[in-house]
């Protein structure tokens, strides 16, 4: 190559908070993005003056010199756009970055393509440091794979291969991970401000619980009374939650689910407070 | 006062995770731990030899002339050792450390008793920095009560008075953000496990998740199919799960459980990656 990769120009189809996120790592980084699409015209103005491009809500607007192109929309939006995303623009390379769509949604609708996918939750109120974050990156041929790699890379520390079956892994497994524990946030905050205590006495416990599984197996980090089995405590925090049938529902659920799994491993050798 | 606080002289009546994890923390900050009491003989030499005191597995043999009992036990043992504890020791003040036991437990047994709850998860394959850990106090007199402040905040930036009321949301609180988080990266760790797929590319994610709730609260923060109610996605997982029976019947429950709450707060102004 005899140019810088940085110089390579992108469209970004889609600014909501991936896009949006993503976009601002490129932009960060150095890249040069030409057009940002979206349906919306705030979300399209708002993302393309933050990384200086051109904006269009019009799907037949969008350039056909670009070198790549970014597709982060919602998942059967992606389906819906496609053809019209494809049309006129054979030669660039065209990604797409959800975890869970394979890469073959993309086949014999263009000629180059692959998946860019950063694993992260995205907020637009917040701004995330790209990185530390995995980016996962497939195409349907070598050359284009290694391009995508060395584009990761620039944005990236972590980045890797992977096949769409294990993208779909990956991205059920961050469901639990994140979307998951994050719910279980939610759950205490409510919880708290019933009873009109602050969640931010809670911050340390999040921490701690993050940070633990950086040295143990998250089966060897698990304390608790669903670990210990102390019926006594489950039984009073279930009356507890006498009122709340869906938190009762979950606590009962998620106790005999850690109980399981840990009599299925036995590998469990912490005790719970 | 006419002598520093940490010259109080303290007996530990337990030897498990938290126990270990409070001796170790008062130790170092300078105070003087007499004896430690365990059944288990290997858990009491190994926390004595630790502090630098003696240690029994007698209860008929701990010391009388300390001025701060702190009793962690598990919560039934509590129960049971209790009239031997207090045997003869009228003296000193006593402390549990249970956040779901009443402080009342302790009424009538002996003249002076509180509470000294340190809301965090700990094993002993892991030393945790006590500075940023919130503790909570309580006792049966105003006296008391500011001794467990002063000796609570030589170990802790955070301390806070909490009735046995406050304290036992706390801890169902606290089952939720890192007892059922927890249980989230195990099964995300399970899940990798058998595709093949290595624990330590969640960790960014894991780190993030966390991160997120000290800026937003949880219910801006929560991303996933779940919120978006993206059943296209939601049903592709739950088919992923075919064979993992209580694997679905955890994402189910908990997609519901998000959608609910979001629907009842409508202030979820983030999307799902």
Request: with cysteine; glycine share 4%; aromatic share 10%.
């Amino acid at each position: 190559m005899d140019t810088f990769i940085q110089d390579t120009p992108i469209v970004f189809i889609g600014a909501g908070n991936l896009a949006t996120n993503l976009a601002k790592a490129f932009y960060r980084s150095g890249f040069r993005i030409i057009q940002v699409y979206s349906r919306t015209q705030a979300s399209a103005a708002a993302l393309a003056g933050a990384v200086e491009a051109t904006y269009t809500t019009e799907i037949s607007e969008v350039r056909d010199d670009a070198a790549l192109y970014v597709v982060s929309v919602k998942d059967d939006a992606l389906i819906e756009l496609l053809p019209d995303i494809v049309r006129g623009r054979k030669r660039g390379l065209l990604v797409h970055t959800a975890g869970s769509i394979p890469m073959n949604i993309l086949k014999d609708k263009t000629e180059r393509y692959g998946v860019f996918y950063p694993m992260q939750t995205f907020s637009k109120q917040r701004e995330v440091d790209f990185k530390s974050i995995p980016i996962f990156v497939e195409s349907n041929s070598a050359e284009d794979t290694c391009l995508l790699r060395a584009v990761a890379s620039i944005l990236s520390e972590k980045v890797y291969e992977a096949t769409s079956e294990q993208r779909r892994y990956l991205h059920l497994a961050a469901v639990f991970t994140c979307n998951f524990a994050n719910h279980m946030y939610a759950l205490a905050a409510e919880l708290l401000n019933k009873h009109n205590l602050p969640f931010e006495v809670m911050l340390p416990l999040i921490d701690e619980t993050a940070e633990k599984v950086h040295q143990l197996t998250p089966a060897q980090a698990q304390t608790g009374p669903a670990i210990r089995f102390d019926r006594n405590v489950m039984d009073k925090h279930l009356d507890m939650l006498f009122d709340e049938p869906r938190f009762k529902e979950v606590y009962k659920l998620l106790s005999e689910s850690i109980y399981e799994l840990a009599n299925k491993n036995s590998s469990a050798n912490s005790t719970t407070k």
